[in-house]
């Protein structure tokens, strides 16, 4: 089993849509929970970040985290085709790793007009 | 704050060729962190440095690399007789251990490794 998984995709939503990309994880001691974009040929870019249960909304974007089902998700509204991208789900272990990110594959979104 | 920056961006070189890769995190972050990434794959950690200390190396990282920090400010990636394995971009991230943004991770552009 994956340390952390997504569905690689692709997911595709028409303009205007939200899109819902989700993503699980093993480490019951994972502390914290990122959401990164990278757009093809570059790094990838912190867009979100979630430390407790429950949701956390910054502008168009809203991620999720359930502790006990070991879930975390992102929810982009109002999809632009600017958010073409794939979107990388890391997260932090807790204890003496604390800080080190464990990154799954990523899910490509693709937004069409 | 200039950013994460990565230099060269990208390096060719031929199998058995030793390369160093530099990184300068942001000013006041003292962690540094390294991670590797092959197509279709997300970043996979490689090691990490609390300003001059390396606290923890990958157990998949061969013996062939190593990274330094001397000065708890930039660092140094070297990897030794180079591999067609181990083309991938190289990518540098740092962080706070204090502030607003404690943990946030913040990478610079990458440096793609091509090894013929």
């Known amino acids: 089993q994956k340390e952390v998984e997504q569905n690689s995709g692709p997911l595709s939503v028409p303009e205007g849509a939200i899109a819902s990309l989700n993503c699980t994880y093993s480490?019951?001691?994972?502390?914290?929970f990122f959401w990164y974009r990278q757009y093809s040929g570059k790094s990838p870019e912190l867009i979100m970040f979630?430390?407790?249960?429950g949701d956390k909304e910054d502008g168009r974007f809203t991620a999720q985290l359930n502790k006990a089902s070991q879930y975390v998700s992102l929810l982009i509204r109002d999809s632009q085709p600017s958010d073409s991208a794939t979107y990388l789900c890391?997260?932090?272990?807790?204890?003496?790793?604390?800080?080190?990110?464990?990154f799954g594959q990523g899910t490509i979104l693709t937004v069409h007009p | 704050d200039t950013g994460v920056s990565q230099d060269p961006r990208h390096k060719i070189t031929k199998r058995g060729q030793n390369v160093t890769f530099r990184c300068d995190p942001i000013?006041?972050?003292?962690?540094l962190y390294w991670y590797r990434q092959t197509l279709g794959q997300g970043p996979e950690f490689l090691t990490y440095?609390?300003?001059?200390?390396?606290?923890?190396k990958s157990r998949l990282l061969s013996d062939r690399f190593s990274a330094e920090r001397p000065k708890g400010s930039f660092s140094t990636l070297e990897i030794q007789r180079t591999e067609q394995g181990d083309s991938a971009m190289y990518l540098c991230?740092?962080?706070?251990?204090?502030?607003?943004?404690?943990?946030?991770?913040?990478f610079g552009p990458g440096t793609r490794l091509t090894v013929t």
């Open positions: 440095f609390q300003n001059e200390a390396q606290l923890e």
């Open positions: 480490d019951r001691g994972s502390q914290s």
């Open positions: 000013s006041e972050h003292n962690r």
């Open positions: 979630i430390y407790s249960n």
């Open positions: 890391a997260v932090s272990a807790g204890g003496t790793s604390y800080g080190k990110l464990t």
């Open positions: 991230a740092s962080s706070s251990t204090s502030g607003r943004h404690v943990y946030e991770q913040y």
